[in-house]
């Protein structure tokens, strides 16, 4: 039990474009999900913090233009990334916290997106 | 400020004995995770600490110290396949995850 996906794996796009990932809570709900970014060789950066039905919580220095984030039922959030640019290249994670289980979060399996 | 510290890199030989230490100052606490992080891969769960003591799960162990701010893994028989790396991290009174840089592990034959 416990599964996160997302979707798509990895994703190389041209500067200016929009990208969409998904994560998914697959057998378990979950009303918190949250973003990390991560770039090479550096530790998870919280992005920002999703609820289901609310508007999300942005990290500090997080533009919430750029990365639009919807939490729309117990199962999926969507992180889009607008106007994508080189500097935006990085791993995305996925996290959820079930709604049952206050402490721990499962770790979707991470998109690479690799802007051109 | 909230802070986790963890070694930026450890060297072990297969077969040994590994202990990778963290040691964090947080607003609050509400328990201790380690997670294991190859390259190019999300983090995948190996333990969680709430009270002081240690967890044995086969050939992984964690402990925690809440008086001193400290926790360790402990990783036995070490397999080639243990090289990643680690992560720390603790849940704050926010139920927010206060993430460590992470201890990049080489397993050496």
């Known amino acids: 039990g416990a599964v996160v996906s997302q979707h798509p794996s990895w994703v190389i796009c041209k500067s200016g474009t929009s990208v969409k990932i998904e994560c998914r809570s697959l057998?378990?709900?979950?009303?918190?999900m949250f973003w990390y970014r991560q770039f090479p060789k550096q530790s998870l950066m919280l992005m920002a913090t999703?609820?289901?039905?609310?508007?999300?919580?942005?990290e500090q220095g997080v533009e919430k233009d750029k990365f639009l984030i919807n939490h729309a039922s117990l199962t999926l959030s969507t992180l889009t990334v607008t106007s994508a640019h080189p500097e935006d290249s990085s791993f995305y994670i996925c996290s959820a916290r079930e709604t049952s289980d206050y402490n721990e979060q499962f770790f979707g399996p991470g998109t690479r997106l690799t802007v051109l | 400020g909230q802070n986790i510290d963890q070694p930026t890199e450890m060297t072990a030989t297969e077969g040994a004995i590994v202990q990778i230490n963290c040691t964090y100052q947080?607003?609050?606490?509400?328990?201790l995770f380690w997670y294991q992080q190859h390259a190019g891969e999300a983090p995948t769960f190996l333990s969680y600490?709430?009270l002081d003591g240690l967890e044995e799960k086969g050939r992984f162990s964690s402990f925690l110290s809440r008086s001193k701010g400290y926790s360790y893994l402990l990783l036995k028989e070490l397999q080639m396949k243990d090289s990643a790396s680690y992560l720390c991290a603790v849940l704050d009174s926010n139920y927010q995850l206060i993430w460590g840089a992470g201890t990049k592990l080489i397993i050496k034959p």
């Open positions: 057998d378990f709900q979950a009303t918190t």
């Open positions: 600490n709430v």
């Open positions: 947080t607003s609050g606490f509400n328990g």
């Open positions: 999703s609820n289901e039905g609310s508007k999300a919580t942005y």
